[in-house]
């Protein structure tokens, strides 16, 4: 069955950064497009970043347009997400998501997620 | 930029039908998905492009889209329905395609 498994949250301070990776299981990783999104009780879901099943392409969320980078490792089957100069409002649970397919927008499956807290 | 709109809260009685909108300019040309999200879980596909149902989910719930607005219906509520319900859609002309509405909580009373 299909598993992505989140790792990397924790932590940090004001400007600091984190790595997040996500490890899946249970389906063709390199034909998938694969997303993060993420969760905070206040504002809901997030959609972060996505990057297409090749790697070649990849998008953003305007909030973290420029201090955020999605990449992928069809070898290691992993998605990472790394995270530069963040802020106390990038605090949230990240989940790992894999696309229904090369690119459909559609969320079909998702981790347990991984906390990321940016605090002082 | 693309906004979906959701009401905060709908509460329904168990065994009543509850529907859930979801506003957006661009809705009439786009698919919708919706996501169910329960305390302390991950979020689940219920219905993807409008109505179409995962393996799974029960044919108690389904969608339908008129206009500008999307709905998710939920016959014969039962009490593990309550949850937090999201719709989306992807917007495939933007360079920030992802966008959720800003989620619905079912009550069931």
């Known amino acids: 069955q299909v598993q992505l498994v989140e790792s990397g949250g924790g932590v940090v301070q004001p400007g600091m950064s984190l790595r997040l990776s996500c490890v899946v299981s249970?389906?063709?990783?390199?034909?998938?497009?694969m997303h993060w999104v993420r969760h905070t009780p206040g504002k809901g879901l997030e959609w972060v970043a996505v990057?297409?099943?090749?790697?070649?392409?990849?998008y953003y969320g305007d909030s973290v347009k420029g201090r955020f980078t999605i990449s992928r490792d069809s070898s290691k089957n992993s998605l990472y997400l790394q995270m530069n100069s963040l802020r106390v409002e990038d605090t949230a649970l990240y989940y790992c998501v894999k696309d229904e397919g090369q690119l459909t927008g559609s969320f079909e499956d998702w981790g347990r997620g991984t906390k990321v807290t940016v605090s002082s | 930029s693309y906004v979906l709109t959701q009401p905060p809260s709908v509460s329904v009685a168990p065994g009543d039908t509850a529907s859930i909108p979801c506003g957006g300019d661009?809705?009439?040309?786009?698919?919708i998905h919706w996501y169910q999200q329960k305390p302390g879980q991950a979020p689940v596909r219920v219905i993807y492009y409008n109505n179409d149902r995962p393996s799974g989910i029960p044919e108690r719930f389904s969608g339908s889209k008129s206009g500008n607005t999307a709905t998710l219906i939920i016959s014969r509520v039962e009490a593990g329905d309550e949850a937090d319900y999201y719709c989306q859609v992807w917007d495939g002309f933007s360079d920030h395609p992802g966008v959720f509405g800003g989620g619905t909580k079912l009550t069931v009373l």
């Open positions: 249970g389906f063709s990783f390199s034909g998938h497009a």
């Open positions: 661009n809705i009439g040309s786009d698919s």
């Open positions: 990057i297409w099943y090749d790697g070649t392409t990849k």
